[in-house]
């Protein structure tokens, strides 16, 4: 980035046979974030990055998925105390608000995963109190478009070093993992690789197996 931004949160796609990065831009004039894109090529520069999605408030942490032939962005829209589920209309520059999933809420960084039976969303959640990183909730819904259900043992972690979200979950050998971030020494400092030995309706557990710290 120029040095009057930062860049965060990365997220890589492919689209139609090309690939892309959808990432957090922070102009420290402005102090708001926005979602840029840029498109990456193997063994050529990438080009040049641009503005998809801006509100009148802070976003970040672009999620990304693919549902039903449509591709969706699930932006952190937690200083609108919204959880906002966006639509592409034409990749990767135009999204537009398809709903909100959950309001009244400062939900940070929410991750979905597809189970089997249902749709599960990881999201950091602010209560009174706590920090943006202390606790993590879990919620279901039959589809990514809601209606989503909090999970009964909600937080189902509260604790700095562990819970909030680094990033998609993904699956190998037949087991799911769940990356997060330690906040204990700073905001952002080390990632996680947690192992989910339990995801139901009436119970989560999970067990660190990795951590991946700076240097």
């Not at 009057?4 to 708001?32: M, S, V």
Request: glycine share 6%; aromatic share 14%; with cysteine.
């Amino acid at each position: 980035p120029a040095r009057d931004r930062f860049w965060a949160d990365p997220f890589a796609i492919e689209h139609q046979g090309r690939y892309f990065i959808f990432f957090e831009e922070l102009p420290f004039c402005t102090r708001k974030g926005r979602i840029m894109a840029v498109e990456v090529f193997e063994g050529a520069e990438p080009g040049e990055a641009q503005i998809v999605l801006e509100r009148p408030y802070h976003l970040s942490y672009p999620f990304l998925f693919a549902w039903e032939g449509s591709l969706y962005m699930l932006p952190e829209t937690a200083e609108n105390r919204t959880i906002e589920i966006y639509r592409c209309e034409a990749f990767p520059a135009r999204w537009r608000l398809d709903r909100v999933l959950l309001d009244n809420l400062s939900a940070y960084d929410a991750t979905l995963w597809r189970g089997d039976d249902r749709w599960w969303m990881f999201a950091s959640v602010a209560e009174p109190g706590a920090d943006s990183s202390d606790e993590l909730h879990l919620y279901w819904s039959p589809t990514p478009l809601g209606p989503w259900t909090g999970h009964p043992g909600n937080p189902v972690i509260s604790d700095v070093r562990c819970a909030r979200p680094a990033g998609p979950l993904f699956s190998r050998d037949g087991k799911l993992y769940r990356p997060s971030q330690d906040c204990s020494p700073a905001y952002g400092h080390s990632i996680l690789v947690n192992r989910v030995d339990v995801l139901r309706e009436d119970d989560y557990r999970e067990t660190e197996v990795r951590r991946i710290a700076p240097g």
